[in-house]
């Protein structure tokens, strides 16, 4: 079965750092794009970043360029999103999603098959 499975996230203070992790399994992950999403509560699901399948395209939403970074080590089945200088506004479930083939935007939630189950990210002093 496809599994991706967050992990990494916490309660930090504004200001902070975390480094969220993304564990796939079940499907050929370097063939696949993959990205992250986020829903505060009461929210809708919100782009946050995405990656190309060989790493050599990134992008990011206008909200978390030059604070967040996403990268990804095929070898080990994973992605992963740096999330630095934090405000309580990122405070959210952050989820990553894959897919083989991108036909349309990178990121609207229909482009992607596979999606794990988030990870919270509390940003509070």
């Known amino acids: 079965q496809v599994h991706l499975v967050e992990s990494g996230g916490g309660l930090v203070q504004p200001g902070g750092s975390l480094r969220l992790s993304c564990a796939a399994s079940?499907?050929?992950?370097?063939?696949?794009?993959m990205s992250w999403f986020r829903q505060a509560p009461g929210k809708e699901r919100e782009f946050v970043s995405a990656i190309s399948w060989n790493g050599d395209r990134t992008y990011y939403a206008d909200s978390v360029k030059g604070r967040f970074t996403i990268s990804r080590d095929n070898p080990k089945n994973t992605v992963y999103l740096s999330v630095n200088s934090l405000k309580p506004e990122d405070t959210a479930v952050y989820y990553c999603a894959g897919v083989q083939v991108i036909a349309g935007s990178w990121a609207e939630e229909s482009t992607y098959d596979y999606w794990g189950q988030g990870t919270q990210v509390t940003v509070s002093s």
């Open positions: 079940g499907f050929t992950f370097s063939d696949y794009a």
